[in-house]
């Protein structure tokens, strides 16, 4: 099988999961003549059905139509058909042998099996592997029936029939509107659900502000004090102390200036200052010399 077949028969048959809900392993009903052809084309049945759907599949064959199988056993090739039929599942169609001597013809037999009601509904989701154009025009009626048949050695699975493709729109159609009404109503409530809280907030905030608004009220301060640390410190008194012994303590007061000392500070020499030596000229520093030789002479004949 080409991988571009094979991509759109695996999407095929997801299609049909999706929207019939079928599932593995396929219940695969297959007629006399589809055994027939694939013994004589030399074609495993079961894998060539696996390969086909893409899955595991379990092939299911009728009584009417094995009867007709053992009905043709002297043919040739029909032997080896009816080995491959023995492989499959027995598939009740209650078409017993002594209501119905003659077996059904395969268009009838599938059709009271696919669809017993005639609902146009595939309840029990087989897959339909028939050689037969009538049963396959016949079942494309009936909704969700994938259709298989081979054809030059090479197995087909057939697209999807038109009753199929808008049923399958229809279900698409109303789960998108049922998604959207289930959001709509979500974000309705969403907002319902927002609004009450904001109205709870609200309300909370509001209590919350007649509380400290009660409680501001409530408090009483008293008349305000001087700031104690912008407050000078007390002056401790000053008081004589006596001692042991009696003697009063000296005062930490200072004393007062005598005259006496201010009349030995005025009969102090003055103090002299240095007088710096000129460099350029050495007679000016003899004359500052004998200046100072003459000024020391002074003050020793004054003492």
């Given amino acids: 099988m080409r991988g571009k077949r094979s991509k759109q028969y695996r999407k095929l048959m997801e299609q049909f999961s999706m ?5 593995e392993p396929y219940q695969v009903l297959v007629d006399a003549e589809m055994v027939q ?4 084309f030399k074609m495993e049945l079961e894998p060539a059905l696996q390969r086909t759907v893409h899955g595991k599949v379990k092939p299911m064959i009728t009584q009417c139509e094995i009867r ?3 009905a043709k056993k002297n043919d040739a090739g029909v032997s080896e058909a009816i080995e491959v039929a023995k492989t499959c599942e027995r598939r009740r169609c209650g078409h017993h042998p002594d209501e119905y ?5 395969t268009l009838e037999c599938m059709q009271s099996v ?6 146009g509904e595939n309840k029990h989701r087989y897959v339909v592997a028939s050689q037969s154009q009538e049963v396959r025009r016949l079942l494309r009626t009936v909704r969700g029936v994938p259709l ?3 054809k030059r050695s090479v197995m087909i699975l057939e697209p999807m029939s038109d009753e199929s493709a808008a049923t399958r729109a229809r279900e698409e159609k109303s789960k998108f509107r049922a998604e959207i ?4 109503g979500k974000r309705k409530r969403e907002e319902r659900e927002d609004s009450d809280r904001e109205g709870e907030k609200d309300e909370g905030q509001a209590k919350a502000e007649e509380k400290s608004k009660e409680k501001k009220k409530k408090k009483q301060r008293g008349p305000k004090g001087p700031n104690p640390l912008s407050m000078k410190k007390a002056k401790k008194p000053q008081a004589t102390r006596t001692e042991t012994d009696g003697a009063p303590r000296p005062s930490k007061r200072p004393e007062q200036a005598r005259p006496e000392d ?13 007088r710096r030596k000129n460099k350029a000229s050495g007679a000016t520093g003899d004359r500052a010399d004998t200046g100072e030789s003459g000024a020391a002479a002074a003050d020793a004949s004054a003492d």
């Fill in 19 to 23: 929207a019939f809900g079928f599932r």
């Fill in 37 to 40: 052809d694939s013994c004589r």
């Fill in 68 to 70: 007709k199988l053992y």
């Fill in 101 to 105: 001597p003659e077996p059904l013809s």
């Fill in 114 to 119: 696919v669809d017993p009601k005639d609902k």
């Fill in 148 to 150: 298989i048949y081979i």
């Fill in 181 to 184: 009404k289930a959001s709509l």
């Fill in 262 to 274: 201010e009349e030995a500070k005025t009969d102090a020499p003055a103090k002299r200052k240095r």
